[in-house]
């Protein structure tokens, strides 16, 4: 892993590792205690690592307060500072396979052996935190501090509810310190924000520095409005027999009653390690919370002891990160793009970044309230966010590295596309381009109707959608059922092939199911799940069309906004003449009874819907098993749900069964139903 530094001469390389060390040093400060961070972390392991390089270069510059040589973080006195019985150690960290192999060599060499399990864990991105039980109750919550002294947050932590008070088991040791990771859910974070966005207040950079911003509140009570959690990933110390390898340990753990991940797992080589990384690399991404990384540890306690540690780093344990998600970069200029409903829409241009992986050159900005909340200026240093698949978005500037050279943002008034004057209705954070012909919503509108989740026609891509607007062939997505292999012929470029395809595909675009026509026809605010639970109460598009505003806002997930969008879509003459046109060509505008055929089975007659993470197998899965055995499994709750099963995090279909009354199961009460009907989980 050592490299050369870059200085080739000794005088050059103190300066500079001078340099870097008050820029660590500062970071360190807002960070750890101030909790608002100016750079990401990646920037922040870069410094750490150039300083690693000079001082592997130059040991003799290396200083005893350098910060490689500590864990830094100053602890808060008022809170009461705690002395730490086994220092809180931290981690080092590789980045590629090279590193965890480097890692692995050197264990094994030291332990004379290489057969060692190893344990493999997600790397929660939170707060590490040491609990103490005395007699099996919990006396003492604390920080991690400087490694050493750390924070009494006993009071802050005991408004954690997944933290027992007192441990299940009747048999425990007379005093234990467990450790692990306190941390905000991505769905809490998003809603604290909002709150705070709405407030006028400082926003959280991300999920972990909300989490630390949570706990380490005055007012326990603050805390416990904040929706915390907790894994526990190690036993501390322990006066009392305890199993010697840390895998059975955190299973026992789980048997005191601690929150402990049923991620982890045992690996018997590294190649499995490194199997199980590239799996995680995509995946962390449909976690509830945040993870930066796996942490590897060798399972046999014996070796920690013999291993020991580098400074503090321990030689048994190593963080195998994943590309960092989070970046900065600069905000060139802020631009709109008009939405298939008149709906203009702010994007970031940026200076291109590397995040997750992949360089990031435009990102979403939601909507003008949310710019101005964020006080965002053309100019800025702001913070990216890419997670999967998830579009980029800018979460925050960076105002220390103001210049004064920033120019504020000033909302448009015309539309980008057309030049109407934009209208602003009361209560949107969204102007919209009132004009039916503006260029940019026809275009929009055909892309969306066409697209796989709507019609699913295939062929029409946007090239074409836009020759068929510019040809005048078509004025509106209905205009496609009048196509004829004559008219596309006509298109410059377009061959009998692709035209014959794309005939085909609109034909057999008419089978589409009612709620796939609702979605198409893009009424605002109306996506997949709601154009369902129209298509299932309504059944047909003219009673919907004929539904009153009280009728539609009644339904379970369609809020007042969402009802008089779609009163109001009904009500314009445009769209009217749209719906009498798809008649006409034949759609699909009454419902047809579920033409998915139903296996025989135990669970026949039964509807299953899923929401929010299962442990013990991806959602898919789940539904394949209750199919297999004769139930429907159904995207969203309707008044035909017989089960919602509830996992981690569970989104708004819970509230939806609620209102409706239909039955939850755990996941526990799930697996206990298929268990029951003899399959194997
Ligand atoms: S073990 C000496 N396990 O990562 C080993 N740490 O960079 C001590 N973390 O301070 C830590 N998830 O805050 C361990 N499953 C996990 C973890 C984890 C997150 C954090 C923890 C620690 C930091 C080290």
Not at 355 to 384: E, F, P, S
Request: glycine share 6%.
């Amino acid at each position: 892993m050592a490299m050369g530094c870059g200085y080739d001469n000794v005088f050059a390389a103190r300066l500079a590792a001078e340099e870097l060390r008050a820029e660590i040093s500062r970071h360190d400060y807002l960070y750890y205690v101030l909790n608002q961070p100016e750079i990401s972390d990646a920037e922040y392991d870069a410094l750490m690592a150039k300083l690693r390089a000079i001082e592997e270069h130059y040991p003799e510059l290396v200083t005893p307060d350098s910060p490689t040589q500590r864990v830094p973080g100053q602890p808060v006195e008022a809170f009461g500072v705690v002395e730490h019985r086994l220092p809180m150690l931290s981690l080092a960290n590789a980045f590629n396979y090279d590193d965890l192999r480097a890692w692995h060599r050197r264990a094994v060499q030291l332990a004379e052996r290489d057969d060692f399990r190893l344990v493999v864990e997600p790397k929660i991105d939170g707060l590490a935190v040491a609990l103490v039980y005395e007699e099996g109750r919990l006396v003492q919550g604390a920080t991690r501090g400087d490694g050493y002294r750390g924070e009494n947050i006993t009071e802050n932590l005991k408004t954690l509810r997944s933290i027992p008070l007192v441990l299940r088991a009747n048999d425990v040791p007379e005093r234990l310190e467990v450790r692990g990771e306190v941390y905000m859910p991505k769905e809490a974070f998003e809603r604290l924000n909002q709150e705070l966005a709405e407030k006028g207040e400082k926003l959280f950079m991300n999920p972990r520095n909300a989490a630390a911003g949570s706990l380490r509140q005055k007012d326990p009570r603050v805390t416990a409005s904040r929706k915390l959690d907790i894994w526990i990933y190690q036993l501390g110390w322990c006066d009392g027999p305890h199993p010697t390898s840390h895998w059975e340990i955190l299973q026992w753990l789980r048997e005191l009653g601690f929150r402990v991940n049923p991620e982890n797992r045992l690996c018997y080589s590294l190649d499995e390690v490194q199997k199980t990384w590239e799996e995680w690399v995509e995946r962390r991404h449909h976690l509830p919370y945040e993870i930066d990384g796996l942490v590897v540890k060798i399972d046999d306690l014996e070796l920690w002891d013999r291993l020991g540690a580098v400074g503090r780093e321990p030689r048994w344990a190593i963080a195998y990160k994943f590309p960092p998600i989070q970046a900065t970069t600069r905000l060139l200029d802020i631009r709109h793009n008009v939405g298939r409903t008149g709906r203009i829409n702010p994007y970031a241009v940026l200076e291109p970044v590397l995040v997750g992986g992949v360089i990031v050159k435009q990102a979403t900005l939601h909507n003008d309230d949310y710019i101005r909340q964020r006080d965002l200026r053309i100019g800025d240093w702001v913070v990216v966010h890419r997670a999967g698949e998830v579009i980029p978005q800018v979460v925050a500037p960076v105002p220390s590295r103001r210049t004064g050279q920033e120019r504020p943002y000033e909302p448009p008034t015309l539309c980008p596309a057309c030049g109407t004057e934009l209208e602003r209705p009361p209560g949107d954070a969204f102007s919209y381009c009132p004009n039916p012909s503006c260029p940019a919503q026809s275009f929009r509108w055909l892309t969306h109707f066409v697209q796989r989740s709507a019609m699913d026609i295939e062929g029409l891509g946007e090239k074409w959608c836009e020759a068929l607007l510019a040809a005048g062939l078509v004025e509106d997505p209905a205009d496609l059922y009048l196509l004829t292999m004559e008219k596309l012929l006509s298109l410059e470029r377009m061959g009998p092939v692709l035209a014959r395809k794309i005939l085909a595909s609109i034909e057999k675009s008419k089978e589409q199911p009612l709620s796939r026509v609702i979605f198409a026809l893009g009424i605002r605010h109306i996506g997949p799940e709601n154009a369902e639970i129209l298509a299932n109460e309504f059944s047909s598009i003219d009673r919907l069309a004929q539904a009153s505003l009280e009728e539609l806002a009644s339904l379970p997930g369609i809020g007042p906004k969402i009802a008089e969008s779609v009163y109001k879509w009904f009500r314009n003459e445009r769209n009217q003449k749209v719906v009498a046109k798809l008649r006409k060509a034949g759609l699909r505008l009454e419902e047809v009874t579920e033409a998915e055929p139903v296996k025989e089975g135990p669970l026949k007659g039964l509807t299953f819907v899923f929401t929010g993470t299962l442990y013990s197998m991806p959602r898919t899965r789940a539904q394949e098993l209750v199919k297999a055995l004769g139930a429907r499994a159904s995207d969203s709750v309707t008044r035909q749900t017989d089960y919602l099963v509830v996992g981690e995090a569970p989104g708004s279909k819970l509230e939806k069964a609620r209102k409706y009354g239909t039955k939850t199961l755990t996941e526990e009460e799930f697996l206990a139903i298929l268990r029951q009907h003899k399959v194997n989980v």
